[in-house]
């Protein structure tokens, strides 16, 4: 009894990182208009002639660009390895659930207690797939969900960057 129990639960475990992956995913379509709108707010910026601002005016406005581009290579950089790098495990196919199951019966097609062997050994089967793919898909996803809270820490600093660059640089434009 205690390994159907166990069995139930892996296997709702294991569904649970399937579709904590799926969430994952979709949470990316944010980060990556922000990556794009910031992208286009830098270059927008950097076309700017700032021949006539002093010297002091010219390194303060272009750290802040520089420090936001590389704040946003590090959420480009985060965001590529929320997004790819990492291949899921996956319970074997349904065919090849049943061809097992098929070759425990033909194992255990001699034994007494064919039908105990046969339910005992598929179970095994079952729960160590289901501890084992699962366990891995939860490493994963704990990976991706540490590279999109890295993706949106940087680029909240490379958006506030670019923005006071942009303020700055409105403010010399006006003196």
């Given at each position: 009894m205690k390994n159907d129990e166990n069995l139930k639960l892996y296997e709702k475990m294991y569904l649970f990182e399937i579709e904590r992956r799926e969430k994952i995913n979709a949470r990316l379509n944010l980060p990556m208009a922000v990556i794009v709108a910031i992208f286009g707010l830098l270059s927008y910026v950097f076309n700017f002639d700032t021949n006539s601002f002093t010297i002091c005016e010219n390194f303060v406005f272009?750290?802040?660009l520089t420090f936001a581009s590389i704040s946003l290579f590090v959420a480009c950089y985060h965001f590529k390895?929320?997004?790819?790098?990492?291949?899921?495990?996956?319970m074997p196919t349904a065919k090849d659930i049943e061809d097992y199951y098929q070759?425990?019966?033909?194992?255990?097609a001699e034994f007494d207690e064919k039908e105990d062997l046969v339910k005992s050994y598929f179970n095994k089967?079952?729960?160590?797939?289901?501890?084992?793919?699962?366990?891995?898909?939860a490493r994963n996803n704990d990976y991706r969900s540490e590279q999109l809270y890295f993706t949106v820490r940087a680029l909240s600093v490379s958006l506030f960057l670019a923005l006071i660059a942009t303020i700055v640089l409105k403010i010399m434009a006006l003196t």
């Open positions: 272009y750290m802040l390895n929320c997004w790819s790098g990492l291949v899921d495990q996956y070759t425990l019966e033909s194992t255990y089967f079952l729960l160590e797939s289901y501890t084992e793919y699962g366990s891995y898909n």
